[in-house]
């Protein structure tokens, strides 16, 4: 993927979590509703890998890290790149430099690599069967 691609893309998924963490945390009464944002879940009744993301950063947000790594875990993954990204972004583009396109080369390349790969995909299908098992 090219530098402005990815650039763009990234700028757009923190617009996006940045609105939604927005909207949440501007509601009187911030506890979901019988209808879930998640698409997967809306639509097959299952939580996905990555439901309950938006409680787990609030959580955080919150300085409950026990009940953010146990509501999900890959909350801590989504808000180290909710923090860190901006500022990697405006460094880049200030800068004119481009060590944020070149990290996600090698991280892309790192995860091509199939003992990697293996690991990854059973610590998700592992935390996927956690948020089955509560009931997210």
């Known amino acids: 993927m090219n530098k402005k691609k990815l650039y ?3 700028t757009l998924g923190l617009i996006a979590g940045y609105s939604w963490l927005t909207y949440i945390l501007l509601q009187d009464n911030p506890k979901h509703s019988s209808m879930s944002a998640c698409f997967f ?3 097959t009744g299952v939580p996905c890998p990555s439901c309950g993301n938006t409680r787990s950063i609030l959580s955080l947000i919150k300085g409950n890290f026990n009940n953010a790594i146990f509501i999900n875990p890959l909350g801590f993954i989504v808000a180290g790149i909710m ?3 901006p500022f990697w972004l405006l460094y880049d583009i200030s800068l004119k430099k481009n060590t944020l396109h070149k990290s996600y080369l090698y991280f892309e390349k790192t995860i091509k690599i ?5 690991v990854l995909i059973i610590l998700l299908i592992a935390n996927w069967i956690w948020n089955i098992q ?3």
């Open 83 to 85: 923090f860190i990204f």
């Open 114 to 118: 199939k003992p990697i790969a293996i």
């Open 41 to 43: 879940k809306n639509i």
């Open 8 to 10: 763009l893309i990234i």
């Open 134 to 136: 509560k009931g997210l």
